[in-house]
């Protein structure tokens, strides 16, 4: 399980890559791990992850296989110029959704095989703007159009959500058009 991510500006382009295995630890794993190394070149832009637990910045991060729940990754991007494009060039996760939070914006974007986000520079870019959420349901339940109704619609602020075969145990998050979480019930 992994996905490839590519900074794109000015012509340039950089990489890095996040992946799952069972035999990884949250320290720098010899043979799995990749530590960033950067360019001196202020042309070209750069993205890495950070390990949240020691400040170490990698190109290759590999952290051990969870179960399920959420596993958020800092990314760093370091880009040259106003405005630049993240892309996603490899992706092979098929029980895990992967999300690029935007802490500056107050966005989250699903990523998925190619797809592109389009940004526009801030000073906030290489400190503590972006993470990578990933997402692992443990239900083994689809939910779908077919199995969920959201009434009344359109809405003045209170709404009922109905699921038919429901699991014992589940969570709600309500996030609107922007990617801002409104609601979040377990």
């Known amino acids: 399980n992994f996905i490839r991510l590519q900074i794109s500006a000015n012509g340039y382009t950089d990489e890095t890559v996040v992946r799952f295995l069972p035999e990884a630890t949250d320290k720098m794993d010899n043979g799995l791990d990749a530590y960033k ?6 042309n070209v832009p750069q993205v890495c992850t950070k390990s949240a ?19 958020s990754v800092p990314l760093r991007t370091f880009q040259t110029g106003d405005n630049y494009t993240i892309s996603v060039t490899e992706f092979n996760f098929t029980d895990i959704k992967v999300y690029l939070k935007d802490n500056l914006n107050n966005t ?42 959201v009434y009344p619609n ?8 109905i699921v038919k075969n429901k699991p014992s145990r589940y969570s709600v998050k309500v996030i609107n058009v922007t990617g801002q979480k409104i609601l979040e019930k377990n």
Request: charged share 20%; no cysteine; hydrophobic share 35%.
């Open 37 to 42: 190394l950067y360019t001196m070149d202020a």
């Open 53 to 71: 637990a020691y400040s170490t910045e990698y190109s290759i991060n590999t952290f051990k296989t969870f179960d399920y729940g959420t596993y």
């Open 108 to 149: 989250t974007t699903e990523l998925n095989l190619n797809g592109t986000v389009n940004l526009a520079a801030d000073v906030s870019d290489a400190a503590d703007r972006f993470e990578l959420v990933f997402e692992k349901s443990n239900s083994g339940i689809n939910i779908t159009e077919s199995n969920v109704s």
């Open 154 to 161: 359109p809405t003045n602020g209170k709404f009922y959500i």
